[in-house]
């Protein structure tokens, strides 16, 4: 076996190189403890320390069980996922019960660890919103991690007051909305009202109030990001898909799409792609799939084709 070299770095990229060949392919093997290099073999690193576990677990409850770590950190929880519990069982951490002299005892910690637990209103705003923020985003099909974005917007919303006098089913339709913005993630407005305990009006209002008050990097909607889901549930081709967004991107080269709702422009680009294409779906189909009416649909494609310099005929 080679002798144990040091890797250099290169000066200007940083990437640690091998010393003998000069290549960057390091494969490491978990049995040996070593950083082998893949071109010529030589050993880079040995003894290296495993920082896993010392056990092995052949299925998930094998490997819940041996855990001895909780679940991580997140801000979708009220008190991020660290809180401890007593529970209800008469039986100790080794499954033996209890004596009768000690119940009491652990009953009246119980109870007051449950009190301490929601002490705070603060606490008791965030235990409510994280419950109706997992329903909405359940309902609404959001991913992980735009869900605990949403959660860091309530609770810097939660900090300035801006909750107060204010439901919190509003506000966290707001931060839902506003982190499917931050994600770009297709959800529209109408959609997440649909879906929330609240009017439009009102989910409106908490929108603008946050852009207002916390600090956001929330980018303008596109007609682009809805393309994908309007198009998947009009069953449309890939092909007609691209022609609408080509579309879309000439008029906002042109500035025509400045000011106008982007349910009724991606209604539009997809709508005349469908008869350039003779992928044909009617204003009513593609109406219902982008949430927008049939007039808003007709104006639309009419501007479009007009200042584009579009021939379509319509069926």
């Known amino acids: ?116 637990l929601v002490h705070s209103s603060q606490h008791r705003n965030l235990s409510i919103a994280m419950s109706e923020m997992d329903r909405l985003s359940s309902q609404l099909g959001v991913p992980k991690e735009t869900k605990e974005t949403s959660a860091l917007i309530y609770r810097k919303a939660l900090d300035k007051r801006l909750v107060r006098g204010r439901s919190i089913e509003g506000m966290v339709a707001a931060s839902i909305y506003l982190s499917c913005r931050i994600h770009k993630i297709p959800r529209q407005l109408d959609e997440v009202v649909h879906e929330a305990r609240v009017n439009r009006k009102e989910l409106g209002q908490c929108v603008r109030l946050i852009l207002r008050y916390v600090k956001l990097k929330v980018p303008i909607p596109s007609a682009n990001d809805l393309m994908p ?33 982007p349910g009724g422009l991606a209604a539009a680009a997809l709508y005349i792609a ?16 982008s949430n927008v009416t049939e007039v808003t649909v007709r104006n639309r494609y009419k501007q479009l084709a007009n200042d584009l310099e579009i021939r379509i005929t319509p069926s």
């Open 1 to 116: 076996m080679a002798r144990p070299v040091r890797a250099s770095a290169s000066r200007s990229t940083g990437i640690p190189v091998c010393a003998v060949c000069g290549g960057g392919d390091f494969y490491e093997d978990h049995n040996r403890g070593e950083h082998i290099c893949t071109g010529c073999g030589c050993v880079l690193s040995e003894r290296t320390i495993d920082s896993g576990p010392e056990w092995r677990a052949f299925t998930a409850e094998e490997r819940d069980a041996r855990a001895r770590t909780g679940s991580p950190m997140t801000l979708t929880m009220a008190d991020n996922g660290l809180a401890t519990t007593i529970g209800w069982s008469d039986r100790d951490a080794n499954g033996r019960s209890i004596a009768a002299s000690s119940r009491a005892a652990i009953y009246r910690m119980r109870k007051w660890q449950i009190r301490t």
């Open 229 to 261: 889901r309007i198009s998947s549930d009009l069953r449309l081709d890939g092909g007609t898909l691209h022609a609408a967004m080509e579309i879309i991107n000439r008029a906002r080269e042109k500035g025509i799409t400045a000011g106008k709702d």
């Open 274 to 289: 469908g008869i350039i294409r003779d992928d044909r779906r009617t204003q009513r189909e593609i109406a219902e799939a």
